[in-house]
């Protein structure tokens, strides 16, 4: 059966890179060699472009990608697209958050804000290499402009307990999704993943049913739903692997060269 994939729109942590976070030679490879053929290959993924960008260099993306999970779509350094949160919405659920030992990180265009740190927060540094902005919770300065995304860190059964407290109030304006053990993501319920994939179709011009969407984790469901193909790396949960059309059998990095090989080459190659 001949392959109709033309773009390729694969998650970050978790999918394309390694458990260290590292993105392994041999799936650079895949890709450049995937795209040589004519193919087009871009990322998804909850990082903003502040810290995506290196990653993007590396892989030599040139086409939009979809950062924040789907608030912003970017190419070549520069945001073209952003759908935010206004900080003032949500400031009062946030400071509910702080209260109960929550840590809160603010997505700003150019800078990360956090109310307090912990070793959750500076694994988060570690992790995405950059160092957070201290604010004071107190200070009515951070309420003002608006939010790309937020994050809360903690245990996850304390999060959804205060979203039960706000989801009256707030689910018509703030999507949640959880995209690590410890993280639950709001962006704006204008968005996600796959509504960010649907409008990158529109930009490309190509069909979404020729766009295979990679992933490992519950926020990167709607656009392996909105895909033509959906695939879940073995490091996914099951959730995530019941709605995908294809599970590799390697995990992070080496699943995404999987799903090239079997599903791009393994039906024909890009003509």
């Known amino acids: 059966m001949d392959s109709n994939i033309r773009c390729i729109v694969s998650d970050l942590d978790?999918?394309?890179?390694?458990p260290d976070h590292s993105l392994p030679n041999e799936v650079i490879?895949?890709?450049?060699?995937?795209?040589?053929q004519g193919g087009l290959f871009t990322i998804a993924t909850g990082r903003p472009l502040l810290t995506a960008q290196s990653i993007i260099d590396q892989i030599g993306i040139e086409i939009p990608?979809?950062?924040?999970n789907g608030a912003v779509l970017a190419v070549s350094g520069k945001v073209v697209e952003r759908i935010c949160l206004k900080a003032a919405d949500i400031a009062d659920m946030l400071?509910?958050?702080?209260?109960?030992?929550?840590?809160?990180l603010l997505f700003r265009e150019d800078s990360i804000e956090c109310f307090a740190k912990n070793e959750e927060v500076e694994a988060f540094e570690h992790k995405e290499r950059i160092k957070c902005n201290l604010v004071a919770v107190n200070d009515s300065s951070w309420?003002?402009?608006?939010?790309?995304?937020?994050?809360l860190l903690g245990e996850i059964e304390a999060i959804e307990e205060l979203w039960s407290?706000?989801?009256?109030?707030?689910?018509?304006?703030?999507?949640?999704?959880?995209?690590?053990?410890?993280?639950?993501?709001?962006?704006?319920?204008q968005t996600s993943k796959g509504k960010a994939l649907e409008r990158l179709s529109d930009m490309l011009g190509i069909d979404k049913a020729s766009m295979?969407?990679?992933?490992?984790?519950?926020?990167?469901?709607?656009?392996?739903?909105?895909?033509?193909?959906?695939?879940?790396?073995?490091?996914?949960?099951?959730?995530?692997?019941?709605?995908?059309?294809y599970i590799c059998s390697a995990s992070y990095g080496a699943g995404v060269v999987e799903a090239i090989n079997n599903l791009v080459y393994g039906r024909s190659m890009i003509t």
């Open 14 to 18: 978790g999918t394309l890179l390694g």
């Open 29 to 36: 490879t895949a890709i450049q060699a995937y795209k040589k």
């Open 165 to 189: 407290r706000w989801s009256q109030e707030l689910n018509h304006i703030v999507e949640k999704f959880q995209s690590e053990p410890n993280y639950m993501e709001l962006i704006s319920a």
């Open 65 to 68: 990608v979809i950062l924040c």
């Open 95 to 104: 400071i509910d958050a702080h209260v109960h030992g929550l840590m809160v």
């Open 143 to 151: 309420r003002a402009g608006e939010l790309e995304k937020v994050i």
């Open 212 to 245: 295979m969407a990679i992933g490992n984790q519950m926020n990167d469901l709607p656009m392996l739903e909105a895909a033509g193909v959906g695939v879940a790396v073995a490091n996914s949960p099951a959730e995530l692997k019941a709605a995908a059309d």
